[in-house]
């Protein structure tokens, strides 16, 4: 792992015109397996398995997750079984993303949407519990309370790192937001993009892994309007102005997590938002595998993006 990851600076006309100096914290470049929030949210639950004694993972994904192919890669470093219940067809098992994580030992149980969509449920996780004793379940996107110790270390980082006053990401699960809050105390405004549509059941989602309330003096919120049409979905004119500022900027940001956040971090300097002289960090949460995937199902041109290679 390389830790702390490093700042750098994004230097966009937008920015420049609106004095503003924005800085990517490049999670993406801690490992380039584990890379960006997985290592951050996935590294208490592995320290937690080990420490009791457990003998693996199972976790939960749709056919292309980022969380499923960090956490199976992850594993088998630490000699953990590990087991996702994936959302979908068997077929699946030979896509990019999952076709790596069989290859690093990961089993694959399949399910219909309908049982999928009781993975949070108590009796549910209580029976799958029955029929995997002495795993861990970690919930969708790797989201719980084990995750926020991890990401705590990104304010720790910067606060070695630099003065600022916004930190901007994007919002899946919830589980970075909470743990960015948790450890912060109010001190900088951190600003979560949600990547899907009608995201604001997230806001309890969030306050539930912090164990609190929001209230006024919260210096959080979440953003819930720049999901680019829902999950995973995003325009035509969105991956061209990525493909644009990835050039210019030679940070890969990809379309599904942080691409969103920065063309949100764009609008925003557009409309005034941040004062002249703010410093602004965008926290890049990696996922760049998904760019496989992408590419795979022919969504993004091969002339645009690279895939990446992890062999
Ligand atoms: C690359 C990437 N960025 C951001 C997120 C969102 O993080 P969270 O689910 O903790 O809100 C995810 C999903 O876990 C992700 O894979």
Wanted: aromatic share 10%.
């Amino acid at each position: 792992m390389s830790l702390p990851s490093p700042l750098s600076r994004l230097k966009l006309p937008i920015f420049d015109q609106k004095q503003l100096s924005v800085y990517v914290k490049r999670d993406d470049l801690i490992h380039p397996i584990i890379s960006g929030n997985k290592w951050r949210k996935l590294s208490g639950s592995l320290r937690y398995a080990k420490a009791h004694g457990l003998k693996g993972l199972v976790s939960f994904g749709g056919a292309y997750s980022n969380h499923i192919h960090a956490l199976a890669y992850a594993c088998q470093q630490d000699n953990l079984a590990s087991i996702g219940i994936i959302r979908g067809r068997p077929e699946y098992s030979n896509n990019f993303t999952l076709s790596m994580a069989r290859s690093w030992g990961m089993s694959l149980q399949f399910v219909s949407h309908l049982e999928y969509k009781q993975r949070a449920q108590r009796d549910y996780l209580e029976q799958l519990q029955k029929t995997y004793p002495d795993h861990l379940i970690v919930p969708e996107g790797g989201s719980h309370q084990l995750a926020l110790y991890g990401v705590a270390e990104v304010i720790t980082e910067l606060e070695q790192q630099i003065d600022y006053q916004h930190i901007l990401l994007p919002v899946g699960s919830g589980g970075t937001i909470a743990g960015l809050i948790k450890q912060d105390n109010n001190q900088h405004n951190i600003l979560g993009v949600a990547v899907l549509k009608q995201a604001s059941y997230l806001n309890q989602e969030i306050e539930n892994l912090l164990g609190r309330v929001k209230t006024s003096h919260c210096r959080w919120q979440l953003l819930t309007e720049y999901h680019g049409g829902g999950y995973a979905k995003f325009s035509e004119t969105a991956v061209q102005q990525l493909v644009a500022y990835n050039k210019q900027s030679g940070i890969t940001f990809e379309p599904i997590y942080s691409g969103k956040m920065l063309l949100a971090t764009i609008e925003l300097a557009e409309q005034n938002y941040f004062a002249a002289g703010d410093t602004i960090i965008l926290l890049h949460t990696g996922g760049l595998q998904g760019i496989g995937g992408l590419l795979e199902q022919g969504r993004i041109a091969k002339n645009d993006w690279s895939v990446p290679n992890f062999n």
